[in-house]
């Protein structure tokens, strides 16, 4: 969660500095067949060899889960916790909101009052959670917003319409399908907080649906499920709405095998805040898989490449990925549970290429030796897939990008490009530094 508030503090540093949307001309974003997944997997020797086994994959992702409080086993998670255990993931979540006075912000259009920053801390309703509290469970019945407060307006840095994608609250996104162990309710009866596979936080009450244990853990370990490979797939339910899952989701299926050419998906619905199922056909076509993909290099190239284009959403707003959600996606794809956060991400790889003291050419020789589907980690701020070397020899990487910085007339300008991109090494941060030079770590599986 600390990465939260350095990425927004490093965002809004540069508030004052002229700023534009990034034009063709001066774009970093890589153009043509480098910017095809084609190219690059026609490039990978043995792009589709097996790089993990499922039986490595799972143990992968123990190495990852036990040292980090933010990857959550649910299947093993006690079915009673204590008051102490849950103030202490509450306030772990406020961050800085916890101490600290009323921050310059805005809500609506206006600086945010005191009585709104007040309000929101004791919407956390800390002094009511019992000393010990029977864990509820609960699915969500779409895509939900998870908050750090419980609260559903936006805490922008200013009143400016781009800050409006950046909503200093916004935790993470949840999928439906996705289940949750709630620990607490909010004062006003809006909100519930509650665990996830990879988060914590505060999630709108109408959103989810509660049920049983025993029904909760069909969609915590589901013996037979589809794995969503496309960026963005919508699904029909009940011939009345729609619900939005993002690459990486499971949906539960209702059997084994297909009726009539087509999975039978199990969609909870919440009716009354009880869990229900609408059993939907769903087509067997490229935006699913039955279980896992297998973990290749040509996969982390394929999978990341579904998302070239799309917006950048901080947290998971504008129902899209930032940098860290987007690498997280892709590897979940294969199975791999990774934290949400950039900096949990470099700290919890399992093999980590340290680029400290290392010069220009050195850092460009560690990344060359690096195999697609790397991560490349600049100080816990932001996280890019390694894609390899272009025909000329150009290490290039595949990122959820928010900005960068040109420097017209030697002064600092910052560019927004807010895209999902292919580019080098080469962009710079507001200090004139390239981004090769400003990369702290290597990350990867083996």
Same mark, same amino acid.
Request: proline content about 5%; some cysteine; aromatic content about 10%.
């Given at each position: 969660?600390?990465?939260?508030?350095?990425?927004?503090?490093?965002?809004?540093?540069?508030?004052?500095?002229?700023?534009?949307?990034?034009?063709?001309?001066?774009?970093?974003?890589?153009?043509?067949?480098?910017?095809?997944?084609?190219?690059?997997?026609?490039?990978?020797?043995?792009?589709?060899?097996?790089?993990?086994? *499922? !039986? &490595?994959?799972? /143990? +992968?992702?123990? %190495?990852?889960?036990?040292?980090?409080?933010?990857?959550?086993?649910?299947?093993? #998670?006690?079915?009673?916790?204590?008051?102490?255990?849950?103030?202490?993931?509450?306030?772990?979540?406020?961050?800085?909101?916890?101490?600290?006075?009323?921050?310059?912000?805005?809500?609506?259009?206006?600086?945010?009052?005191?009585?709104?920053?007040?309000?929101?801390?004791?919407?956390?309703?800390?002094?009511?959670?019992?000393?010990?509290?029977?864990?509820?469970?609960?699915?969500?019945?779409?895509?939900?917003?998870?908050?750090?407060?419980?609260?559903?307006?936006?805490?922008?840095?200013?009143?400016?319409?781009?800050?409006?994608?950046?909503?200093?609250?916004?935790?993470?996104?949840?999928? *439906? !399908? &996705?289940?949750? /162990? +709630?620990?607490? %309710?909010?004062?006003?009866?809006?909100?519930?907080?509650?665990?996830?596979?990879? #988060?914590?936080?505060?999630?709108?009450?109408?959103?989810?649906?509660?049920?049983?244990?025993?029904?909760?853990?069909?969609?915590?370990?589901?013996?037979?499920?589809?794995?969503?490979?496309?960026?963005?797939?919508?699904?029909?339910?009940?011939?009345?709405?729609?619900?939005?899952?993002?690459?990486?989701?499971?949906?539960?299926?209702?059997?084994?095998?297909?009726?009539?050419?087509?999975?039978?998906?199990?969609?909870?619905?919440?009716?009354?805040?009880?869990?229900?199922?609408?059993?939907?056909?769903?087509?067997?076509?490229?935006?699913?898989?039955?279980?896992?993909?297998?973990?290749?290099?040509?996969?982390?190239?394929?999978?990341?490449?579904?998302?070239?284009?799309?917006?950048?959403?901080?947290?998971?707003?504008?129902?899209?990925?930032?940098?860290?959600?987007?690498?997280?996606?892709?590897?979940?794809?294969?199975?791999?549970?990774?934290?949400?956060?950039?900096?949990?991400?470099?700290?919890?790889?399992?093999?980590?290429?340290?680029?400290?003291?290392?010069?220009?050419?050195?850092?460009?020789?560690?990344?060359?030796?690096?195999?697609?589907?790397?991560?490349?980690?600049?100080?816990?701020?932001?996280?890019?897939?390694?894609?390899?070397?272009?025909?000329?020899?150009?290490?290039?990487?595949?990122?959820?990008?928010?900005?960068?910085?040109?420097?017209?007339?030697?002064?600092?300008?910052?560019?927004?490009?807010?895209?999902?991109?292919?580019?080098?090494?080469?962009?710079?941060?507001?200090?004139?530094?390239?981004?090769?030079?400003?990369?702290?770590?290597?990350?990867?599986?083996?």
């Amino acid at each position: 969660m600390q990465l939260r508030w350095i990425a927004l503090a490093v965002l809004f540093a540069f508030l004052a500095l002229p700023t534009t949307v990034a034009g063709a001309m001066d774009s970093i974003a890589v153009q043509g067949e480098r910017a095809t997944a084609q190219y690059w997997t026609e490039r990978t020797a043995d792009g589709d060899a097996l790089l993990l086994t *499922p !039986a &490595e994959i799972t /143990a +992968v992702n123990q %190495e990852i889960r036990q040292p980090n409080s933010w990857l959550t086993d649910l299947a093993k #998670y006690p079915e009673t916790v204590s008051a102490d255990s849950i103030r202490e993931k509450i306030v772990a979540v406020m961050g800085r909101y916890a101490d600290e006075s009323l921050p310059e912000l805005y809500k609506n259009g206006k600086r945010l009052t005191q009585y709104s920053f007040d309000f929101a801390k004791k919407n956390c309703n800390l002094d009511a959670i019992p000393a010990m509290q029977n864990v509820r469970y609960a699915v969500a019945a779409q895509r939900i917003d998870m908050r750090l407060l419980p609260e559903a307006a936006g805490w922008l840095n200013s009143p400016d319409e781009l800050d409006s994608h950046y909503d200093n609250l916004q935790g993470t996104a949840v999928d *439906p !399908a &996705e289940p949750m /162990a +709630v620990l607490a %309710e909010s004062y006003d009866h809006q909100f519930v907080f509650a665990l996830t596979r990879n #988060y914590m936080g505060w999630v709108p009450m109408g959103a989810i649906a509660f049920t049983e244990r025993k029904n909760w853990m069909e969609y915590v370990a589901p013996k037979n499920f589809l794995v969503v490979t496309a960026n963005k797939k919508k699904v029909p339910v009940g011939g009345a709405w729609y619900v939005t899952f993002q690459m990486g989701s499971v949906i539960p299926l209702a059997a084994s095998s297909k009726q009539d050419g087509r999975w039978i998906a199990r969609i909870p619905v919440n009716v009354n805040m009880q869990m229900s199922e609408s059993l939907v056909p769903m087509e067997d076509d490229d935006t699913v898989h039955l279980g896992w993909l297998p973990c290749t290099k040509n996969n982390f190239i394929r999978q990341g490449f579904r998302f070239l284009g799309d917006v950048y959403g901080w947290g998971g707003q504008d129902e899209s990925v930032d940098c860290s959600s987007f690498v997280g996606d892709v590897y979940r794809t294969m199975g791999i549970e990774l934290p949400r956060d950039a900096d949990k991400q470099e700290e919890l790889m399992p093999v980590k290429v340290s680029l400290a003291g290392l010069d220009t050419s050195a850092r460009y020789q560690r990344v060359r030796n690096s195999l697609p589907g790397a991560l490349l980690f600049k100080y816990g701020l932001h996280v890019m897939l390694y894609l390899g070397q272009d025909s000329a020899g150009t290490p290039m990487v595949l990122h959820s990008a928010s900005s960068y910085f040109t420097f017209p007339d030697g002064e600092p300008e910052k560019q927004y490009i807010r895209q999902v991109i292919v580019s080098d090494l080469h962009y710079m941060n507001a200090s004139q530094v390239e981004t090769i030079d400003g990369m702290s770590s290597i990350g990867s599986l083996k």
